[in-house]
């Protein structure tokens, strides 16, 4: 079974074209809704953190006070380091859980992950698809999604991997930068290549 990495920075596209394969029937799994998932009130991860920070780690509901743990990580490159190395073995031992379902009648499952390149989840895949638009796109397309202000958007691209970065790690390049029939027929094509590639 192969794995497929799909990546982009915020605002590319990737909730949008990761739907567009599953439409294909296709198996996938969002890094993103893994790393929350990991640390959901019960969890031994969020026994460990509020062990580690206390428990004005936590919100009165007992959930992960997610605002206040990237401040202090933000903060402090020390607890960075000490957070990333509980959660990434955890949240990789999940995504390979997740990457492999009981039936797939395809040869490949998809890994859609902001992070992809940016931390070790790219050793989990096959084949690196990147989908792209040109930045004042994603700054567009963010703010009308979001309520964030032009200047939080800008921020959080400029802590991403920049474009070319990305670009030129890509096997494939899906460009969203056009109207959705055309990037729908893009995936299409594209899918059938993976099936007779990894089939
Ligand atoms: P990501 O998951 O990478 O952050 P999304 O898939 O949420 O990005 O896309 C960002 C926004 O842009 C969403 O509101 C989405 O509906 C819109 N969008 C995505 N692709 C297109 C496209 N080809 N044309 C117009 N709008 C798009």
């Known amino acids: 079974m192969a794995i497929v990495g799909l990546t982009g920075g915020i605002g590319s596209g990737k909730s949008t074209v990761v739907r567009l394969f599953g439409d294909l029937g296709v198996h996938w799994v969002d890094a993103d809704d893994v790393a929350r998932e990991v640390v ?36 402090d ?11 990434h073995p955890i949240i990789r ?7 492999n379902p009981e039936q797939n009648r395809l040869p490949y499952v998809l890994l859609v992950s902001p992070l992809l390149l940016e931390t ?3 050793q989990l895949v096959d084949r ?42 890509a096997d494939d390049v899906i460009d969203n930068n056009r109207p959705p029939e055309e990037v729908e027929r893009n995936v ?11 089939g």
């Open 128 to 169: 690196i698809v990147v989908i792209d638009v040109p930045v004042d796109t994603q700054i567009e397309r963010t703010m009308a999604r979001d309520t964030n202000s032009r200047d939080q958007v800008e921020r959080i691209i400029a802590a991403q991997m920049p474009r070319e970065q990305r670009l030129a790690k």
């Open 77 to 87: 490159p020390q607890e960075r380091a000490w957070l990333e190395a509980l959660l």
């Open 40 to 75: 959901e009130p019960g969890t031994p991860a969020l026994r460990t953190i509020a062990d580690h920070f206390g428990q004005a780690i936590l919100t009165t509901g007992g959930a992960l006070d997610r605002a206040r743990l990237r401040q202090i990580v933000f903060e």
């Open 188 to 198: 299409r094509e594209l899918h059938e290549r993976f099936v007779v590639d990894f």
């Open 120 to 122: 070790d989840q790219h």
């Open 93 to 99: 031992d999940e995504l390979i859980r997740q990457l």
